[in-house]
């Protein structure tokens, strides 16, 4: 199977997927984020491949949403199943990567925004070039975080740093992004692929049966509540991206 954004490179027991839009720094669209999707999926049948390494290009991981993609916010002739629909895309997306049952580790280079934070949140590793930063700016453009990114993030920091996180709209560079456990390890730059890799391999060695098996229990019992949590967070954006100050939000942000 081939898809025109993403490409998979098999090196024995770990596979290595790049995603590569080609334009706009991996903005994702909805077309990306149904190939995504489909990737993740064809891995859950997998017995041969232990680990999965997500990456972008060398230079760069996502910019997050492509808010000027016209199938985004296109909704003349779609009927309101359709455009919930679309809207949990995104939501889909991030659960078949999180159910997967290899060891995903996610590298990241110079930025991840938005849904190229979201995404690597459910991954179980994640491994950030030196000067890399992540940005929520959701809020900025009037829309809540989603893709159950929110219980995601608050495990890993706890709910204050969440709320900080996503509320105050911060760059966060890598050596904070360490200290805070929204990553594993810092890369040199450019050597992100290298390191995320080398994660992967060593959890390719281990006996296959018994990784799938911890995995699994250790995602049931941190992410028991995330589910309540967030069931209903891509019907929120549906909601406030009809709503005046998020359209004024939105257009604000495309020029800024």
């Known amino acids: 199977m081939s898809w025109k954004n993403v490409e998979i490179d098999r090196q024995g027991p770990v596979a290595i997927v790049t995603m590569d839009r080609k334009?706009?720094?991996n903005a994702f669209?909805?077309?990306?984020?149904?190939?995504?999707?489909e990737v993740a999926l064809s891995f859950h049948g997998?017995?041969?491949?232990?680990?999965?390494?997500?990456?972008?290009?060398?230079?760069?991981?996502?910019a997050g949403a492509d808010l000027t993609d016209t199938e985004m916010w296109q909704t003349e002739g779609m009927t309101d199943v359709q455009l919930r629909d679309r809207f949990?895309?995104?939501?889909?997306?991030?659960?078949?990567?999180?159910?997967?049952?290899?060891?995903?580790?996610?590298?990241m280079?110079?930025?991840?925004?938005?849904?190229?934070?979201?995404?690597?949140?459910?991954c179980d590793w994640r491994v950030m070039g030196r000067s890399a930063y992540l940005y929520v700016p959701e809020i900025k453009i009037g829309l809540n975080l989603q893709w159950g990114a929110q219980p995601r993030l608050t495990r890993l920091v706890g709910p204050a740093r969440a709320k900080r996180i996503i509320i105050l709209c911060e760059r966060m560079y890598a050596d904070q992004a360490l200290d805070w456990g929204l990553i594993d390890e810092i890369a040199d730059d450019g050597q992100a692929r290298e390191v995320a890799l080398?994660?992967?391999?060593?959890?390719?060695?281990?006996?296959a049966a018994a990784v799938r098996m911890v995995k699994e229990a250790v995602n049931n019992t941190a992410n028991a509540l995330n589910q309540v949590a967030s069931y209903a967070d891509a019907d929120q954006s549906w909601l406030t991206s009809m709503l005046t100050p998020a359209q004024e939000a939105r257009k604000a942000f495309g020029k800024g």
Request: proline residues 7%; negative net charge; aromatic residues 6%.
């Open 23 to 25: 334009e706009k720094l």
């Open 109 to 122: 280079e110079k930025l991840a925004v938005g849904a190229g934070v979201a995404l690597p949140l459910a």
């Open 198 to 207: 080398d994660l992967a391999s060593r959890a390719a060695e281990m006996p």
């Open 29 to 37: 669209n909805p077309t990306l984020m149904r190939e995504m999707t």
């Open 46 to 62: 997998d017995q041969e491949t232990r680990a999965v390494v997500l990456t972008g290009p060398k230079d760069y991981f996502s």
């Open 88 to 107: 949990f895309l995104g939501v889909r997306l991030c659960e078949a990567w999180e159910r997967m049952p290899q060891i995903t580790v996610c590298a």
